[in-house]
């Protein structure tokens, strides 16, 4: 168990429409990660935040991105206005403990923009 | 730039005998190397890792060995079971602005063959 929490698990929604992608974490952690899997890209770092705070966003895509975590246990990655382009899988992930070189990864929000 | 490749998109084996995947990367700084396996509709999980101090790490029918002059490592797996077939992706890991940041290459996709 990951202790990684995502919502909505899967997203159907129209071009132009604001998504909102949730990450909840159910124990610590040392840092949170957003990637994003597509099968031409594979696993692409979009963000990551060391102690809720944004450390390296040069993976998000353009300004329709924003991610935030407002506390140690939570986080956002909003779109908008969404593209079809946007369509991939959103992985929330953390590492935890000594070391810290590990990421666990939540099961993933499934996007879809049409 | 992708500083992490993995060559075979995919890979074919009979069960019982042993899968060989390779991952190249570019990146010199590049000090911890992992593998992950996803299932499909499911997040990546650990597998197994190595240091760059070291050149082999055994985990049970899981084995990473890492070429640094090369800048290869490889994961073997014997025997092969048809419960291995999944995506596997290999990761590295540098230090960066005060975390570690990993870099995934696409994946190889593992069918055994019963």
């Known amino acids: 168990d990951a202790g990684v929490i995502q919502s909505p698990r899967h997203e159907v929604t129209e071009m132009g429409q604001e998504v909102t992608l949730r990450c909840k974490l159910i124990s610590g952690h040392n840092s949170l990660f957003w990637y994003r899997q597509t099968m031409m890209r594979g696993l692409e770092l979009l963000i990551y935040f060391n102690n809720n705070v944004p450390i390296d966003d040069s993976g998000m895509p353009e300004d329709r991105f924003s991610a935030k975590m407002p506390n140690a246990s939570f986080s956002t990655l909003k779109i908008q206005p969404s593209e079809p382009r946007d369509s991939a899988v959103y992985f929330c992930a953390r590492t935890w403990g000594a070391g810290g070189n590990t990421i666990y990864f939540g099961e993933g929000s499934w996007l879809t923009v049409v | 730039d992708q500083q992490v490749k993995q060559n075979s998109p995919s890979l074919s084996v009979q069960e019982g005998r042993i899968s060989i995947l390779n991952c190249d990367y570019t990146?010199?700084?590049?000090?911890?190397f992992l593998w992950y396996k996803k299932y499909p509709a499911e997040g990546p999980t650990f597998l197994i890792s190595i240091s760059s101090i070291k050149d082999k790490n055994e985990d049970g029918r899981f084995t990473v060995f890492l070429n640094k002059s090369a800048k290869h490592l490889s994961l073997h797996i014997v025997p092969s079971q048809p419960g291995d077939s999944a995506v596997y992706f290999c990761?590295?890991?540098?230090?960066?602005?005060?975390?570690?940041?990993?870099?995934f290459g696409k994946g190889t996709k593992l069918t055994v063959n019963p």
């Open positions: 990761a590295a890991s540098a230090y960066q602005g005060g975390s570690e940041k990993l870099v």
């Open positions: 990146n010199s700084m590049f000090d911890y």
